[in-house]
């Protein structure tokens, strides 16, 4: 079946510094992926829509400049969390679409603790 | 805009029982309907879904109804078993420049006991 790869699966960093998180469709191609953000306890809330070769679509009160999207391959998706602080501590998960059918697939998530 | 809303959980059965999981949604147009399951340590994973009013999605002896009149997509199954204990996210894909884009439920922990 599709598989969808997030790395790392968890990360500390120190308030101030920027993060990077891979996304990977590992045997399909991805023209457009997702990036949602958990909270404990709560929904995921879509932050942006990824399409390869071109600018991500960011959602209504979503940071572009804090949340850096670049897609720049049919299988890879890259989220950097710029000038990070504790409150951007969450859960990152992404979900990439197959272009052959539209299907969508998710990956395991991103726990990010922020100190 | 578009939104769907989950009962509240956790929901905790015996193996065997009965299982509704409730689920209604606000949206303009037509959207499709899905339930993704998300089991510990894994990614979401898609359970069924229906794309049209009175479509039943099933899959693994869930299913759920997309009943346009109520604006829900109710999850249902007949006898749970411990390897159901996952958390259930109900969701919309809404048409036009939204499409491809999930709107979820806040979840619904299931706990089956033996």
């Known amino acids: 079946g599709a598989v969808v790869s997030q790395h790392p699966s968890w990360v500390i960093c120190k308030s101030g510094t920027s993060v990077k998180i891979e996304c990977r469709s590992l045997?399909?191609?991805?023209?457009?992926m997702f990036w949602y953000r958990q909270f404990p306890k709560q929904s995921l809330m879509l932050m942006a829509t990824?399409?390869?070769?071109?600018?991500?679509?960011?959602e209504q009160g979503v940071e572009k400049d804090k949340f850096l999207i670049n897609h720049a391959s049919l299988t890879l998706s890259t989220l950097t969390v710029t000038s990070a602080h504790p409150e951007d501590s969450s859960f990152y998960i992404c979900?990439?679409?197959?272009?052959?059918?539209?299907?969508?697939?998710f990956g395991p998530g991103t726990r990010l603790t922020v100190t | 805009g578009n939104s769907v809303t989950q009962m509240e959980g956790p929901v905790t059965l015996s193996e065997e029982a009965f299982l509704t999981i409730n689920c209604t949604y606000t949206?303009?147009?037509?959207?499709?309907l899905f339930w993704y399951v998300q089991y510990p340590g894994e990614g979401l994973q898609l359970l069924l879904k229906?794309?049209?009013?009175?479509d039943k999605g099933s899959n693994k002896g869930f299913e759920a109804t997309y009943r346009k009149e109520t604006t829900s997509f109710h999850l249902e199954k007949g006898s749970v078993q411990v390897s159901d204990s996952a958390v259930y996210f109900c969701?919309?894909?809404?048409?036009?420049?939204?499409?491809?884009?999930?709107?979820f439920g806040q979840g619904t922990i299931l706990t089956v006991h033996p």
């Open positions: 949206a303009t147009g037509y959207p499709s």
């Open positions: 990824s399409n390869e070769g071109s600018k991500a679509t960011y």
């Open positions: 969701a919309l894909s809404a048409g036009g420049t939204s499409y491809g884009k999930l709107t």
């Open positions: 229906a794309t049209k009013a009175d």
């Open positions: 045997d399909f191609q991805a023209t457009t």
């Open positions: 979900s990439a679409r197959d272009s052959s059918h539209y299907e969508q697939y």
